[in-house]
């Protein structure tokens, strides 16, 4: 039985990969948190380790110690206070660790360059963390390309959510469709396609990775794949009504401004509008210069076909049919 310790497996991705790997019961996993939390240890069902994130050597030790094998980071890339995420330290730590010899690092997303620098944030800290891979002298490693993260649009009227997913309950996210307010932004023409993948499929391709005799260096995941015109005749479609809709061209997008969704209004108060709305245009520069629509030799789906993703479709008539 291999022990894998999950990084920042208490909550949103990370969490959902430690509930499918634990679902396997294939694996001991182990989950670093910065502190003890008995209550939430208890909850997971698995054993939280408390770790200094900062300290290459004593990470290194306290996985040395707990003899993980593999590391699966969930460490968020990105902060409301701008501080740096210690991913560069985790790979460092289990590159030393002589216990260690795989790792998931944290990507979730599509396979930005250089030139994306700058747009966002958490995309300079991926780079990083990506220069730190290719710098290690023991691992095997991987990140896991699943495009957008469909989850944001599974929460139903009233908060109720249609599909679960520990994403979209703690981390509010509106753009490009309202479904609560039946209005959308679409970025660019709309017709680009875009993949999307739901973190519980994530979870389970990651779950079932644990048993290939080998990694490719970038894994891809593939959930769904349809553009934004078609995301919003489903939406449509759930809801039962016309969406009122914009179309914010590359021009406006390259200036970062978008259109306002009802919904964004009252996240302003902690995610100002200003710094909400250039990302939201960064992405939506991405979407339509085709960053989101992958297109990889091969997705590991073909590796597990017993494993079906959910499909859009699927999770907005869940979410929103009849409301």
Excluded: C
Excluded at 67 to 77: E, F, H, K, P
Excluded at 169 to 190: C, E, K, N, Y
Excluded at 274 to 287: C, D, Q
Excluded at 301 to 317: G, R
């Amino acid at each position: 039985m291999t022990i894998v310790a999950v990084a920042g497996g208490t909550g949103n991705i990370g969490r959902t990969i430690v509930d499918a790997i634990l679902a396997t019961g294939k694996h001991q996993v182990k989950v670093l948190s910065r502190k003890a939390n008995p209550k939430l240890e208890a909850e997971i069902g698995a054993p939280l380790v408390p770790v200094d994130y900062s300290d290459v050597d004593a990470l290194a030790k306290v996985l040395e110690d707990n003899n993980v094998d593999t590391v699966v980071s969930g460490i968020a890339m990105h902060s409301e206070d701008g501080s740096k995420p210690h991913e560069v330290e985790l790979i460092r730590a289990a590159d030393r660790s002589r216990t260690t010899k795989r790792l998931i690092s944290s990507e979730w997303g599509v396979p930005f360059k250089d030139e994306h620098i700058g747009q966002i944030p958490s995309v300079a800290h991926k780079r990083e963390a990506a220069r730190a891979l290719e710098a290690t002298t023991t691992l095997e490693h991987t990140v896991f390309h699943v495009g957008f993260l469909m989850d944001y649009w599974g929460l139903g009227p009233h908060g109720v959510l249609g599909v679960p997913s520990y994403l979209a309950t703690r981390t509010p996210f509106v753009t490009w469709l309202d479904m609560a307010h039946g209005a959308a932004a679409i970025p660019g023409s709309g017709d680009v396609p875009v993949v999307f993948t739901h973190t519980a499929d994530v979870a389970r391709f990651v779950a079932a990775s644990l048993d290939l005799p080998r990694w490719e260096r970038e894994t891809f995941v593939l959930g769904d794949r349809l553009t934004w015109n078609q995301f919003l005749r489903l939406a449509e479609e759930a809801r039962g009504i016309k969406f009122t809709v914009a179309y914010d061209g590359k021009e406006k997008l390259k200036s970062g401004q978008t259109t306002e969704l009802p919904g964004q209004v009252p996240l302003y108060s902690f995610f100002p509008k200003p710094v909400m709305h250039s990302m939201i245009a960064a992405f939506g520069l991405w979407f339509e210069d085709g960053v989101f629509d992958l297109k990889p030799v091969r997705f590991l789906n073909e590796s597990f076909p017993e494993i079906k993703p959910l499909t859009v479709k699927e999770m907005l008539d869940k979410s929103w049919k009849s409301s």
